[in-house]
């Protein structure tokens, strides 16, 4: 990875800190966009201090806020006219239903709709690297999901799993939609499950609930390092420089539910994102 530019959203904990780590060890130009200064510093630090490189560099970036991402792509596309791996890491799961600063449910917002802008906005420096890579981190949990497109903020019924799944089904829906729409081109898409992997995702930062049943649970999860070895296999083996529109589990190509197969729904889907963030 050697020359190369990469950059990782939510790189200040779980698998994003893990894959900043392994992929500043194998020499590239990492940039991880994060949301809070204070934990994304001390993230930084620790990069630092386990990859042994100084080719890392913090940005702030709110995928909760179109401006936010709007802004943060402005700043990276100033500096870095090439990027070539894009990992959207970054996600979250709430356990009572919150709108983004846009007015958008958040899990929604952040997994989908705010690294649907972001994607489309860094397509350009994607289309400039000799290869270009974007990996989609998923879940399994889209087989649970559906789109609620005429309940977007899910005022009616919310609860966690309905909204972590259906972001995550839309995750796959717009990794095979851009894959189709990036045919003819050197950039590829691929979308992963790390599996059940032990991060901080779902507890809550501020009052801790959730940390004990996690810790409880602990034994049973992969550790981030191996969450986030099949989305770091994406971004990096030659072998898969023309594969595109996957979803891998565990470095194998897995077959989709017919919902996240559904090609209508995803270009509706598409569509719909284009009209929400404001992006032609």
């Not at 994003?16 to 934990?39: F, H, K, N, P, W």
């Not at 992969?222 to 030659?238: H, K, M, N, S, Y």
Request: contains cysteine; aromatic residues 8%; hydrophobic residues 40%.
């Amino acid at each position: 990875m050697l020359g190369k530019t990469v950059l990782v959203t939510g790189g200040n904990s779980g698998m994003g800190l893990a894959t900043s780590i392994e992929m500043a060890r194998r020499g590239a130009a990492v940039i991880m966009a994060c949301r809070s200064r204070q934990r994304g510093e001390e993230a930084l630090a620790e990069v630092k201090r386990q990859s042994g490189s100084d080719h890392i560099r913090l940005m702030l970036c709110d995928l909760a806020s179109f401006k936010s991402i709007s802004a943060f792509t402005e700043e990276f596309k100033a500096g870095y006219p090439v990027l070539d791996v894009l990992i959207n890491n970054a996600g979250v799961v709430t356990v009572k239903r919150q709108l983004t600063a846009d007015g958008y449910e958040m899990d929604f917002g952040v997994n989908h709709l705010g690294h649907f802008l972001l994607t489309n906005l860094l397509l350009e420096p994607l289309a400039a690297a000799e290869q270009g890579r974007i990996v989609v981190v998923a879940s399994g949990a889209y087989k649970i999901g559906k789109l609620h497109l005429d309940d977007h903020t899910l005022s009616r019924g919310y609860n966690p799993a309905k909204a972590y799944a259906r972001s995550k089904l839309a995750n796959i829906l717009f990794t095979r939609e851009l894959a189709s729409r990036l045919q003819g081109t050197r950039v590829t898409v691929n979308a992963v499950h790390p599996g059940a992997v032990g991060t901080s995702i779902g507890v809550n930062r501020e009052t801790g609930f959730g940390r004990s049943v996690l810790k409880l649970l602990s034994h049973f999860f992969l550790t981030p390092e191996q969450g986030a070895d099949t989305a770091i296999w994406l971004a990096t083996a030659p072998e898969l420089g023309e594969v595109s529109g996957e979803y891998y589990y565990r470095r194998k190509v897995q077959e989709l539910s017919p919902r996240a197969r559904d090609a209508a729904a995803a270009a509706q889907l598409w569509q719909w994102s284009l009209d929400q963030t404001g992006h032609v």
